[in-house]
């Protein structure tokens, strides 16, 4: 699908009707711990993806949808606290690399013992470095977002397919 603001055939719009249908995108476990932006207006009409902090930055939300899903999901992940000396880190969907306060380590709570964790941008502004990255080397970005939309896929196939033991 064709975007007004880029020419990436790979483009994911779509939109949320209400807050109602953006809490449901969540798993019940995680509506529990949501916080929306304050002055978020409906129908919200999203490209790519959404995302968003929670004011303390302790959780980051993720909302995706792929043209295959009947709604989009959303995921609720808990910042890890970055050590004591800044380091560098390469995040495992842009490859983009930065500080341990711009690369870090997100986890997913799947049951109250184990959880999934994710080495990506604490801001998950992934696509915006990959349109960065791209332009600034000439290269055309609709490999790089079609692999980063099919890693987000497969985030969310893991906790669709999360069976405790």
């Known amino acids: ?12 719009v779509f939109s949320i009707a209400s807050e109602k249908e953006l809490i449901g995108a969540f798993r019940p476990k ?5 916080i929306l ?6 129908p919200l009409n999203v490209q790519s993806y959404f995302t968003w902090k929670e004011p303390s ?5 993720l909302v995706f949808k792929v043209p295959g899903w009947d709604l989009p999901r959303g995921v609720v992940f808990k910042r890890t606290p970055p050590g004591r ?5 390469l995040c495992s969907w842009c490859h ?9 380590l997100l986890s997913v709570m799947m049951s109250s013992q184990v959880s999934y964790s994710y080495m990506i941008c604490q801001d998950l502004r992934c696509i915006e470095k990959i349109e960065e990255a791209c332009m600034l080397s000439g290269k055309d970005p609709e490999k790089y977002i079609a692999d980063l939309y099919y890693r987000m896929e497969k985030l969310f196939e893991n906790i669709s ?3 405790p033991e």
């Open 57 to 61: 930055g302790v959780y980051t939300y």
């Open 161 to 163: 397919n999360y069976r």
């Open 30 to 34: 995680d509506q529990k711990k949501l």
């Open 96 to 104: 983009a690399y930065g500080t341990s306060e711009e690369i870090g």
């Open 85 to 89: 000396e800044p380091t560098g880190g």
């Open 1 to 12: 699908m064709l975007s007004q603001s880029n020419n990436f055939r790979k483009e994911n």
């Open 37 to 42: 932006p304050e002055k978020l207006r409906f």
